[in-house]
């Protein structure tokens, strides 16, 4: 098997937990001995992953270019992953026309339609509605998914959502969470781990969002009750306007990008993740149970990962209508699981069980395959029972290839 990913970023998986979700599915693709090649339109980075010494291809392309349609018949894949489905959305028409007979997959990431619908209701502070979720980006993002032969999706409430809300078929959707080895290693004591941390990638919205009420409404509290506390806030691409936040008097020290996430959540007693938006699955919180730091966060900051168990710390709601009450208790929340080291043990050996009963990779790697190669043996079948999916495709090559060539020959005389 030939399969070809395509992404408008590169790999950075200590950058964000997108970067380490796509690695986990690279590795299960590397593992079937399948020849893997990666195309990206963006430029890399410094911190970009060096596929290469996994032995995948890296090629740079070109939106709106038929440089591409040639990149696309050299390559010739069996299988081609969207990452993310924007584009999905640039090249998935010459995937259509080029490779026909390519299985098409969809990695989300996250729902971007209900990320964007719980923002805007933040953003008019009111209770987030589900006819929110009505949007042009959900239009768009759903179109997608039925574009593709499969959907990846990384948290089942996301995939109840779009079963039981807009209605898509199950059999164009996979629940593939991050994918872990089990959990065996003993954790650090309680007198080993000190002071609370704070990460994310600053790039992202919700994480900005909950470094500023860190700041701004729960900090305060916090240090109120432990006077000689320190916050550490990490995250990749910190602007000018995170580094004013920084002020060591309050305890309050914006450190930026992490070289190793582990390590510095691994030193913490308490992870801290006011999330009031937001979708998907949070890498900060795979990471603090895999180090054995519990967390406080919001019920939007644990979804999808609990199943049922008990979280690796506190889960304190989030009150639209009353901002002051949910400082409070999250504060309070906070300080008595860092002051209770009965209760900080509990929680810590909870995230090993969430672990290992909702994240082994040995529980979806074959089935992952099983359905490829499904799909692939069915192909036709596969699409036929999709007639939404095949109008789509019909629609959306001739008015997104249209659009892409008008853009082509505006870029030639430029």
Not at 233 to 243: E, R, T
Request: proline share 3%; net charge negative.
């Amino acid at each position: 098997m030939k399969l070809l990913v395509i992404s408008n970023v590169w790999v950075e998986p200590q950058s964000t937990a997108a970067g380490s979700r796509i690695l986990q599915l690279l590795h299960i693709f590397l593992e079937q001995n399948w020849e893997v090649s990666y195309a990206s339109t963006a430029s890399k980075s410094d911190y970009a992953f060096d596929l290469k010494v996994l032995g995948i291809a890296t090629h740079h392309i070109e939106m709106n270019n038929a440089s591409f349609d040639a990149f696309l018949e050299a390559e010739d894949p069996d299988i081609v992953l969207f990452d993310r489905f924007m584009t999905e959305e640039q090249f998935g028409w010459r995937i259509a026309s080029v490779c026909p007979e390519a299985i098409k997959i969809l990695d989300t990431e996250d729902l971007h339609c209900l990320r964007k619908a719980r923002e805007g209701a933040l953003k008019e502070n009111r209770s987030f509605a589900e006819s929110d979720l009505i949007s042009d980006i959900a239009l768009r993002e759903i179109a997608s998914i039925y574009r593709c032969d499969l959907t990846l999706m990384i948290s089942r409430f996301e995939m109840e959502l779009l079963e039981s809300f807009f209605k898509v078929p199950s059999q164009l959707l996979m629940y593939i969470p991050f994918l872990l080895d089990s959990l065996k290693a003993d954790f650090k004591s309680y007198s080993e781990h000190d002071n609370f941390v704070s990460i994310g990638n600053f790039l992202h919205g919700p994480n900005w969002d909950a470094t500023l009420v860190l700041k701004k409404s729960i900090w305060p509290l916090i240090r109120k009750e432990l006077p000689k506390a320190q916050l550490s806030v990490y995250g990749a691409y910190p602007s000018d306007k995170v580094m004013q936040l920084h002020n060591p008097k309050e305890g309050f020290l914006i450190k930026g990008r992490a070289d190793d996430a582990m390590e510095v959540i691994s030193k913490a007693k308490v992870l801290l993740a006011p999330l009031r938006y937001g979708a998907g699955l949070k890498g900060k919180f795979i990471d603090a149970m895999q180090c054995g730091t519990p967390s406080v966060t919001t019920e939007i900051g644990a979804e999808g990962m609990q199943q049922g168990l008990p979280w690796s710390g506190e889960v304190v709601p989030y009150f639209e209508e009353g901002n002051t009450d949910f400082y409070n208790a999250f504060a309070k929340a906070a300080t008595a699981l860092y002051s209770n080291e009965s209760q900080w043990k509990v929680a810590q050996e909870n995230g090993r069980a969430i672990i290992n009963a909702n994240f082994q990779k040995s529980t979806f790697d074959q089935k992952f395959i099983y359905k490829i190669k499904t799909i692939s043996n069915y192909l036709k079948s596969h699409r036929l029972s999709n007639f939404t999916g095949r109008m789509l495709q019909f629609h959306t090559m001739r008015s997104t290839m249209f659009m892409s060539k008008w853009i082509e020959e505006k870029n030639k005389g430029g």
